[in-house]
């Protein structure tokens, strides 16, 4: 990609997401960013390097969740990306808090802003990635003001 296409990309806001997985014994997480493609029939979009533990468990399971960061979790955003799944269980890596566990479910992130439990409805390998169409099937709202990544920056998304 060229320097001016990346410095321009970087001018488009996204939320920061995090990425949830487990089957079997395998569990992981990632950060990421993710967008809704309808809200009325809830669907989501995401894109996940197929090559990557979160890529392979979402493929075995055709499941995941997807939690939204918030205020207060920069850290762990900035953090998930400088370990590989396959090679330390991050959660236990990082000492990551999480809500109490549900028998089957990805873990979820204490203090997150919310969390959307999803199911794999598409899939379209690009250049090494998976872009996953996946329908929401539950949800919970924290409340919590979500994290965004803009112009290479973290912020928290605030009303007018």
């Not at 997401?17 to 990421?32: G, L, Q, W």
């Not at 939690?67 to 330390?88: C, F, H, N, T, Y």
Request: overall charge negative; some cysteine.
């Amino acid at each position: 990609m060229s320097t001016v296409m990346h410095a321009i990309s970087r001018l488009l806001p996204c939320p920061v997401v995090f990425i949830s997985t487990a089957h079997n014994e395998k569990r992981d997480i990632m950060t990421a960013t993710a967008m809704f493609v309808s809200e009325q029939d809830p669907l989501l979009t995401v894109s996940i390097a197929k090559d990557h533990l979160t890529g392979k468990l979402i493929e075995r399971s055709g499941m995941f969740t997807l939690i939204i960061a918030s205020e207060g979790q920069e850290e762990l955003a900035m953090k998930l990306g400088s370990v590989r799944g396959d090679k330390e269980d991050k959660f236990e890596f990082f000492s990551i808090r999480t809500l109490p566990a549900e028998t089957g479910m990805p873990l979820i992130p204490a203090d997150a802003a919310a969390w959307f439990a999803c199911r794999v409805m598409n899939r379209q390998e690009i250049d090494g990635y998976y872009v996953l169409l996946a329908r929401v099937l539950e949800q919970k709202d924290f409340g919590r003001s979500p994290l965004l990544w803009y112009n290479d920056s973290l912020y928290g998304l605030k009303s007018l």
